[in-house]
Every structure is written in structure tokens, then in C-alpha cells.
């Protein structure tokens, strides 16, 4: 008796509540269940959807005929202003290119079969020196062709608008076109940015495999990233940055150590005029870089520790 009792105690507490909310509901925006101002900022938000337009997509290309060097050891400087070096060489040997701007050295590796590569002057304005070197013994190697450059960007953007070696994309890009797709129901960058993040972290999977198996100078490939579903760290931000890039954003892809454990990682960072949320727990402030890792978002981190920043520490930009 006592538990029927209880129970119809439930149901007329229940039914209460329900009643007390279906009140509240009429009483804010007309009877939607809504508050006002968001009935309102709803109302403007689907009155612009689909209005975001992406400027032409940078590109970036290596022009033999613009080319400085002998053969085998080309390095083209003609877009040096557009924020990146174009390099082609042929070898029997292993090859490397290095970057220098002042206290930075970036080296990387360099295909030995005359296939272009693209680098990012991620260093902003200032002189430059590179340099093709190739391998004479184990760690040994020697320079092969070189170029020096006084580099004045046409804005401190370029170097993150472009396609490169580790964000490899074409207007016929998978990515591209499912990037567009995703900004065809936007308003605004930011919102762009949302949907890729959203788009990225419900696709992709971590691979674990893939981890313990990667060797040195791996290059990932978003296209493949997006059709396997699956990557590591670095897959993760070179997608990201592919399809934010093609459609407008200015984004890096940072490699550094993320603590406590000191653990060497890949993440994304990304520039927006705009204040708001990517997120219900990620704001973004206007006029500066936001730091975006979709690696931990999209295997059970939490959006606030991810957005935090502090346990971060930034060691290079690509």
C-alpha cells in the first residue's frame, strides 16, 4: 500500500513539473519554449545561412623557367612573397632542404627523383638562407645547391592559406569538396571552422597501429585520412588544415610537447577576425590565433582542457 502510494506521489510531482515547464515554454518567444533574444539570433542566423563566400583558393606551384640553381638542384623563389619556396632536385642519394631565418632551422626531407616539393616561410619577414644537401655518409651531407631571399610577405597569413608538403590538397581534392560542402550551410568563418571541427572528430578515428609503426619523415595524406577514417596526431591536423585552408582560414599545423607526460604531438592552430563558440565549451576571441587539437577532442578529451593552452608548448609551425 505504502509503495502505491509513493508511486502516485511520482506521477502528480511529474505531471507538475511537466506543467510548470509547458508554462515557462509559452511564456518566452511567442510560445516556442525559447527565450527571446535566441528565438531571435536563431531567426537571423537561418535568415544568413549559406552566405559565407571562401575567396579563390591560394595555391601554390613550382615554376622550373622561375627556378634559381644548376640542374638537379632547383629552388624556385618566385612566390617568396606568397609565403613559400618551391624545390626540386634529382639525386642517387638521400636528400634534405634546410630552411634558416635567424634562430630557426627547419629541415626537411627531399624526394631524390626531381618531384617538387613545397615549404612554408613560416618565419615571417626577414632574410632567408636554403639549402639542398645530400647524404655522403651516414649522418653526413653536403650542400648541392642554395639560395638566399630577403622575404617580405604580403601579409603574415600566406604561409598558412597554402597547400605544402605536409598539408597536401587540390581544388580536386576530396577534402576540398567536402570542405566546401560543409561551408555551403555557413554564415561566417567561424562557423566554418565548426563544421569542419565538427565533420573531423565524429570521421576520424585515432589509429593506434599506425602510431607504433610510423617511421621518420612520414607525410600524411588528407584525402586518405578522410577515406580510411583513420590517422594519427599529424593526419589529424593536415586534414584540418586542409579543408579550413581551401576555404578561407588561415591555419598551422604546430608540432611541440603537451604535458604532463611531455608527450611529442601534432594540433592545429587557426586565425578568425570573429568572437564565438566552436563549441558549447570552446569560445574563440576575435583578431587572434585559437588553438585547435581534434586529435584528443575526437577520442573522449574534454573541449575545455583542450582549449586551455597551457599544458601546451609550441616548438614548430608548418
Known amino acids: 500500500m505504502r509503495s502505491l502510494q509513493l508511486k502516485k506521489r511520482f506521477l502528480s510531482l511529474l505531471l507538475a513539473l511537466c506543467l510548470m515547464f509547458a508554462v515557462c515554454g509559452q511564456a518566452d518567444a511567442r510560445g516556442s519554449g525559447v527565450p527571446v533574444n535566441l528565438a531571435r539570433k536563431g531567426a ?19 615554376h622550373p623557367d622561375l627556378a634559381e ?15 613559400y619556396v618551391a624545390v626540386s632536385a634529382t639525386s642517387d642519394k638521400r636528400l634534405k632542404f634546410q630552411v634558416r631565418k635567424d634562430d630557426w632551422t627547419y629541415n626537411y626531407d627531399l624526394a631524390s ?5 613545397i615549404f612554408p616561410l613560416q618565419c615571417g619577414n626577414g632574410h632567408y638562407t636554403f639549402r639542398i ?17 630577403d622575404v617580405t610577405l604580403i601579409d603574415e597569413f600566406q604561409p598558412f592559406l597554402r597547400p605544402s608538403d605536409y598539408v597536401d590538397y587540390s581544388p580536386d581534392s576530396a577534402c576540398v569538396k567536402k570542405a566546401a560542402e560543409l561551408a555551403s550551410g555557413c554564415s561566417t568563418r567561424l562557423e566554418v571552422v565548426g563544421a569542419v571541427y565538427n565533420y573531423v572528430i565524429r570521421n576520424v578515428r585515432y589509429d593506434t597501429r599506425k602510431a607504433k609503426n610510423v617511421t621518420s619523415g612520414y607525410l600524411p595524406y588528407p584525402d586518405e585520412t578522410m577515406s580510411t577514417g583513420r590517422g594519427i596526431c599529424f593526419d589529424y591536423a ?16 604546430i608540432f611541440g610537447y603537451v604535458s604532463p607526460d611531455d608527450l611529442y ?24 590565433w585559437t588553438r585547435l587539437d581534434l586529435t584528443f577532442t575526437a577520442n573522449g578529451a574534454n573541449d575545455k582542457f583542450v582549449g586551455d593552452g597551457s599544458n601546451y608548448a609550441d616548438v614548430y609551425s608548418y
Open 44 to 62: 537571423e542566423a537561418a535568415e544568413n545561412a549559406g552566405s559565407y563566400t571562401a575567396p579563390p583558393m591560394a595555391a601554390a606551384a613550382f
Open 69 to 83: 640553381g644548376k640542374a638537379g638542384a632547383l629552388i624556385d623563389l618566385s612566390a617568396a612573397a606568397e609565403g
Open 113 to 117: 627523383d626531381g618531384t617538387p616539393s
Open 133 to 149: 644537401m645530400e647524404n655522403v655518409t651516414e649522418k653526413k651531407y653536403v650542400q648541392i645547391g642554395g639560395a638566399e631571399r
Open 238 to 253: 593536415s586534414l584540418t588544415a586542409a579543408m579550413l585552408r581551401s576555404q578561407g582560414v588561415p591555419t598551422k599545423v
Open 265 to 288: 604531438h601534432a594540433w592545429n592552430m587557426f586565425y578568425t577576425e570573429e568572437s564565438g563558440w566552436v563549441t558549447v565549451s570552446f569560445e574563440v576571441s576575435k583578431n587572434s
